[in-house]
Antibody
């Protein structure tokens, strides 16, 4: 069945970068779009950006422009989200989610990855 | 892009109906019928409940329904059950091919 499996929890120091992976299984990676969503403790969901699994085209939220980079390795069925210049407010659970190209809702979700930024 | 506006909380007794509003602009909710709704229980990943304003994915109870008027979308939960107690978020495509979530609504079953 369709599944998104994310990498494990990370602890980083302020100023560092983190790269979270999201491996897809059960469907054709290149027919899907992959999104990243942030949720700080007790806070709402925030959309960060998306990547086309086929051609690698990306689109980012203005709120994260310049600090987030989303990439993918199609042969490995994996999408990545890298967040740089980490600050304490970046402490959050990061989710990947996907949908077929040509649709517009987040059908499938990963389990979430907790990133903790602490000195 | 500002978050879509939702009420912070709504509540109802078992069996009642509750409606959650999601107010956007002509650049998002009011522009296209690409609004979806997600249910999130504590400590869990969100789950798609409604897509394209009013469509239910396979396996989602018909107690959940969606609609839209102008720049405001709505999610109605009929026959409220204890398991419906969760946070709910709306989500919309925007005019710049980005997306935006709502502020989130906590549903409490009294």
């Amino acid at each position: 069945q369709v599944q998104l499996v994310q990498s494990g929890a990370e602890v980083k120091k302020p100023g560092a970068s983190v790269k979270v992976s999201c491996r897809a299984s059960g469907y054709t990676f290149t027919a899907y779009v992959f999104h990243w969503v942030r949720q700080a403790p007790g806070q709402r969901l925030e959309w960060m950006g998306w990547i086309n699994g086929d051609n690698g085209n990306t689109k980012y939220s203005q709120d994260f422009q310049g600090t987030v980079t989303i990439t993918r390795d199609a042969p490995a069925n994996t999408a990545y989200m890298e967040l740089s210049s980490l600050e304490s407010h970046d402490t959050a659970v990061y989710y990947c989610a996907s949908h077929p190209w040509g649709t517009y809702s987040l059908d499938h979700w990963g389990q979430g990855t907790l990133v903790t930024v602490s000195s | 892009q500002s978050a879509l506006t939702q009420p912070a909380s709504v509540s109802g007794s078992p069996g009642q109906s509750v409606t959650i509003s999601c107010s956007g602009t002509s650049s998002d909710v009011g522009r296209v019928n690409r609004v979806s709704w997600y249910q999130q229980h504590p400590g869990k990943a969100p789950k798609l409940m409604i897509y394209d304003v009013s469509n239910r994915p396979s396996g989602i109870s018909n107690r959940f329904s969606g609609s839209k008027s102008g720049s405001t979308a709505s999610l109605t939960i009929s026959g409220l059950q204890a398991e419906d107690e969760a946070d709910y978020y709306c989500y919309s495509l925007t005019s710049t091919s980005t997306y935006v979530f709502g502020t989130g609504t906590q549903v409490t079953v009294l």
